[in-house]
T-cell receptor, first 110, second 113 residues
Framework: DGGITQSPKYLFRKEGQNVTLSCEQN?????MYWYRQDPGQGLRLIYY???????QKGDIAEGYSVSREKKESFPLTVTSAQKNPTAFYLC?????????FGSGTRLTVV | QKEVEQDPGPLSVPEGAIVSLNCTYS??????FMWYRQYSRKGPELLMY????GNKEDGRFTAQVDKSSKYISLFIRDSQPSDSATYLC?????????????FGAGTILRVKS
């Protein structure tokens, strides 16, 4: 079955640590997106990529980094510069209309 | 002011009720309107998709778009406990390559049996 796979499902980060969230898709979609979801705030765009080796900042890119070396993969790194990283992170790819989402990664700072 | 406004709820209704969920927006360039359903600790899934103004029906679900009022609605008939979820509206301008969606905050719906 085609879809988007996010891993891990749960992730715990210590203060000052960088962590990387994985996003893999087998839908052959060119455009991919990372969103952060906090209670009562909906989805906020972190980064997006339209093609391999190209990506743009979204509305809340500070403290995050991405790479797009392969069409299928769009990993997100949450750096120590992100002061409030505890949230639910969603990866998506663009379909004919709308997006297809992964099942999300819940990141918690401990 | 946010581009898309959506009442976060929670909205609690008895089983079998008709549910009305709404969003307002400020950007007149929006042409594509979507509703996503998100169960707890899961990713959103596309429920309804509408282009420009008008109505679209799919089973128990009806999506309405009123571009003159910048107002969209999702109606759920004969609501079921399995409809309990967060409903997110989303919209965009031209659905060209890589165009971005703007999401509402989501409305929490609880259907009581």
């Amino acid at each position: 079955d085609g879809g988007i796979t996010q891993s891990p499902k749960y992730l715990f980060r210590k203060e000052g640590q960088n962590v990387t969230l994985s996003c893999e898709q087998n839908l052959n979609h060119d455009a991919m997106y990372w969103y952060r979801q906090d209670p009562g705030q909906g989805l906020r765009l972190i980064y997006y990529s339209q093609i391999v080796n190209d990506f743009q900042k979204g509305d809340i890119a500070e403290g995050y980094s991405v790479s797009r070396e392969k069409k299928e993969s769009f990993p997100l790194t949450v750096t120590s510069a992100q002061k409030n990283p505890t949230a639910f992170y969603l990866c998506a790819s663009k379909r004919d209309y709308g997006y297809t989402f992964g099942s999300g990664t819940r990141l918690t700072v401990v | 002011q946010k581009e898309v406004e959506q009442d976060p709820g929670p909205l609690s209704v008895p089983e079998g009720a008709i549910v009305s969920l709404n969003c307002t927006y400020s950007n007149s360039a929006f042409q594509y309107f979507m509703w996503y359903r998100q169960y707890s600790r899961k990713g959103p899934e596309l429920l309804m998709y509408t282009y420009s103004s008008g109505n679209k029906e799919d089973g128990r679900f009806t999506a309405q778009v009123d571009k003159s009022s910048k107002y969209i609605s999702l109606f759920i008939r004969d609501s079921q406990p399995s409809d309990s979820a967060t409903y997110l509206c989303a919209m965009s301008g031209l659905m060209e390559y890589g165009n971005k969606l703007v999401f509402g905050a989501g409305t929490i719906l609880r259907v009581k049996s």
